[in-house]
Every structure is written in structure tokens, then in C-alpha cells.
């Protein structure tokens, strides 16, 4: 499986940007999809999760509603809506994938594919 994030850039306080990832290689429809951050200097850490029917999703306390995890399964692709940009967003973003289906999403170890990361930086 590979997955290639995109949708990353430079935006003021107060934007907002959508990150795509675009996967292949396997049957999309069965991958329960993450995206984690990470910022210069800190741990990867957990942003969002949604389970392969799109039916069920979670998110880090720091989103603070300003984000939306969705997926479209006939395009292979999971996006992260985010609204309300902070200087405190600034990291790069990765998408991951599992095909277990007993995981914790909110987990690095519970995935097993992930992305090259699309950096998002939010200037004050």
C-alpha cells in the first residue's frame, strides 16, 4: 500500500487547508485511515482516525472541532478538513493505514503503512 499526502502549504492564523492522501496498492475500502502530525523537535503525535466504512471517527483533544476527518472509498483517498488554523498546527502531516480490524487508532503501532507527511505551516 502506498500512500501519498498532499494539500500541505503556508496559510495565516485563522485559514484553513484540506490534506488529501491518496492510497494504492490495496483495497482501500478495508483500511481503517489515521492522521498523526508531528512538529520540529516533538514526538508524532495523533490527530484524527476513521474506520474503513467512514462510519465511526475520533480525534485529539488539540482539534478542538476545527478539524473533519472523511474518506471517499471510490476514490481511494481520505481527507482532513481543517478549519482555524494556529501558529500551533505547524508540523507535518501524515496519513497512515491499517488493515487490522482490532487497532488503537490513536496509536503510531497501530498502523502499518504511512505516507511521506505534506507539511502545513501557519504563520501568525
Known amino acids: 500500500v502506498q500512500l501519498v499526502e498532499s494539500g500541505g502549504g503556508l496559510v495565516q492564523a485563522g485559514d484553513s487547508l484540506r490534506l488529501s492522501c491518496a492510497a494504492s496498492g490495496g483495497t482501500f475500502s478495508r483500511y481503517g485511515m489515521g492522521w498523526f502530525r508531528q512538529a520540529p523537535g516533538k514526538e508524532r503525535e495523533f490527530a484524527a482516525a476513521i474506520s474503513s466504512s467512514g462510519g465511526v471517527t475520533s480525534y485529539a483533544d488539540f482539534v478542538k472541532d476545527r478539524f473533519t476527518i472523511s474518506r471517499d472509498n471510490a476514490k481511494n483517498t481520505v481527507y482532513l478538513q481543517m478549519n482555524s488554523l494556529e501558529p500551533e498546527d505547524t508540523a507535518a502531516y501524515y496519513c497512515?493505514?491499517?488493515?487490522?480490524?482490532?487497532?488503537?487508532?490513536?496509536?503510531?503501532?497501530?498502523?502499518?503503512?504511512w505516507g511521506q507527511g505534506t507539511q502545513v505551516t501557519v504563520s501568525s
Open positions: 497512515a493505514a491499517t488493515f487490522r480490524t482490532v487497532y488503537n487508532s490513536r496509536r503510531l503501532s497501530g498502523y502499518d503503512y
